[in-house]
């Protein structure tokens, strides 16, 4: 019966109750035999039931089933994605209740999908595109320019968002979003000073990241008009909660054809240029140049080579002494990081960790110093050595949860103790610290390790902030020694960060010393521990062992 309508059933059923009473009456009427007369009466009979039941069926089911056969052939077109067509008439006439449930069950099937659609498509914080849908109808507006015809791309981030949700919550960060998006979408459609010849599309990529698409501009000019206007936007104050609060934002801007024709290009263009603004200030809108592809070329090649290097341990560590002003003697040596370059030969840390920053790779890196360090210091110790190994740590590391846990483990592995390990922190990164880092740093503290905040005087401290830090010596920033033996202002300097430093209770030290007037201004102004060129460079763990022997030789014969 499947694939049969109810009025096809309904004749069915009559043709089978004619049956059912042309055998009765067969048997009925026949007596000692079938006869001839006896079927004629018996199809007679059976013609008439066959007919009273079609009649009687056709009256009873005929409006039903036609009703239910419109309602099958709806749910029909709505599997095939019809969900907009009303109900027929003649189901909502025969089987009203039928044709509410049918029109509530579509009703909800078109709610949903469309629920759906908005979660796959748009932002549910600002309600713009996200970064599919942004992608997609991007990439069908640049498909549908002509080959020289002009549009730009705008990659827009935030300088301070995380700030924002840091200090007032996400639920204000999410706010803050939507201002922005506002904003956006206000320049978008025209302030009086941009008249676009198409609506631009914009979108919110992730995080703080939007973008936006102006496709058909009438110059390229007209691409820095918009950067400046959206700039503009974006500096104003945002009030939350009560009070203003500047973010700003750093805009990269790739036009086509210039930086390409696909959607691929540009969005890679536009976001080495925010980048570039970014890395040189924030708060501007950068347009990508060719000096920015020769640029990005050189990264992605060193970034390349970087891989490389972290597999086949192309680093390795140099040591340069540390001595005590006042004895004269050892006490340390700061471990400095170099690559040897299979091409370049042995590069210095500037030249290489800052793209490892980037790339991420710092980690990995980071990784193998810990490891090594720790077995450096296995060494040192088994050869009798008491020279500390004062060892730089990155802000990326500092906020590791693994970091402390990865140093213990890698010191047991190595059978080495904290007690000649001294951490470097650089003073921006020291007054960030959160608490967990602060336990963490305690806890190596208490087994033997030194805390050294690195480049002292080259940011912005709180005296504060530094007496609570559990902090054992504090080094002064190179760019204080630089003018020492010409500058009587540096000198005050010098001695007033001395005293200072004193009087909190930490010892002092000094990076770059390169000349012996330095070393005797240092001396003088009751600096303790001093390290740079007028002592040694970096060298080779080896050479390092041999610059100590010498150099103990030298002092038992005088």
């Not at 691409?223 to 104050?237: K, M, Y």
């Not at 504090?474 to 033996?485: C, G, Y």
Request: with cysteine.
């Amino acid at each position: 019966m499947e694939g049969m309508t109810l009025k096809s059933r309904a004749i069915a059923f009559a043709f089978c109750t004619g049956a059912v009473a042309f055998i009765l009456a067969l048997f009925a009427t026949a007596q000692s035999g079938i006869q001839g007369g006896d079927l004629t009466r018996s199809v007679i009979i059976a013609i008439v039931c066959a007919v009273m039941s079609w009649a009687s069926a056709e009256r009873a089911i005929a409006s039903y089933a036609e009703a239910v056969d419109d309602s099958i052939e709806r749910l029909a077109q709505a599997a095939q994605g019809d969900l907009t067509s009303p109900t027929p008439a003649r189901v909502g006439t025969v089987l009203p209740e039928l044709a509410n449930s049918l029109d509530g069950l579509l009703s909800q099937v078109r709610t949903s999908l469309d629920r759906v659609h908005s979660l796959a498509m748009y932002d549910p914080v600002t309600q713009l595109p996200n970064r599919t849908h942004f992608r997609r109808e991007a990439a069908e507006l640049l498909e549908a320019l002509a080959p020289t015809d002009l549009a730009a791309l705008f990659f827009i981030d935030l300088d301070k968002f995380k700030s924002v949700n840091d200090n007032f919550g996400h639920a204000q960060g999410d706010q803050l979003l939507v201002k922005v998006a506002d904003r956006l979408r206000a320049v978008a459609e025209g302030d009086g000073r941009i008249v676009f010849q198409s609506q631009p599309l914009i979108g919110r990529l992730a995080g703080d990241e939007f973008t936006m698409l102006a496709p058909r501009l009438g110059s390229r000019d007209e691409a820095e008009r918009i950067g400046d206007a959206l700039l503009d936007a974006l500096s104003e104050p945002y009030e939350l909660l009560g009070t203003n609060v500047e973010v700003g934002a750093s805009i990269g801007v790739a036009i086509r054809p210039d930086q390409g024709h696909s959607l691929h290009d540009l969005m890679r263009a536009a976001d080495i240029a925010m980048y570039h603004a970014k890395a040189n200030g924030r708060a501007q809108c950068q347009l990508f140049t060719p000096s920015l592809a020769a640029r990005l070329a050189d990264n992605l090649r060193l970034e390349t080579e970087l891989r490389t290097a972290v597999d086949a341990q192309q680093f390795t560590f140099f040591f340069q002494p540390q001595i005590c002003l006042t004895s004269g003697n050892v006490v340390g040596a700061e471990a400095v990081l170099r690559w040897q370059h299979p091409a370049l030969g042995l590069l210095a840390w500037e030249n290489f960790l800052p793209q490892a920053e980037k790339s991420g790779l710092v980690h990995e890196i980071g990784y193998w110093a810990v490891d090594e360090l720790a077995s450096v210091l296995g060494r040192w110790e088994r050869l009798g050595l008491t020279t500390r190994i004062a060892a730089n740590v990155s802000a990326r590391q500092i906020v590791r949860p693994d970091f402390f846990a990865q140093v213990r483990h890698a010191l047991g592995r190595h059978r080495a103790s904290a007690d000649l390990l001294e951490i470097e922190l650089s003073e921006s990164i020291a007054m960030r610290c959160d608490d967990t880092a602060l336990a963490g740093i305690a806890r190596l503290r208490e087994q033997g390790a030194t805390l050294v905040i690195d480049e002292f005087g080259s940011g912005y401290s709180s005296l504060s902030r530094l007496q609570a830090l559990p902090v054992d010596r504090v080094k002064i920033a190179r760019s204080l020694i630089t003018d020492l033996a010409t500058s009587e202002q540096a000198r005050t300097i010098v001695q007033s960060v001395i005293g200072l430093v004193h009087g909190l209770g930490f010892s002092v030290g000094a990076e770059g010393v390169e000349t012996s007037a330095q070393r005797t201004i240092l001396e003088v102004a009751g600096c303790d521990h001093i390290q740079g060129p007028a002592i040694a460079e970096p060298m080779a763990e080896a050479e390092f062992h041999d610059w100590l022997e010498q150099r103990e030789a030298r002092s038992r014969r005088a």
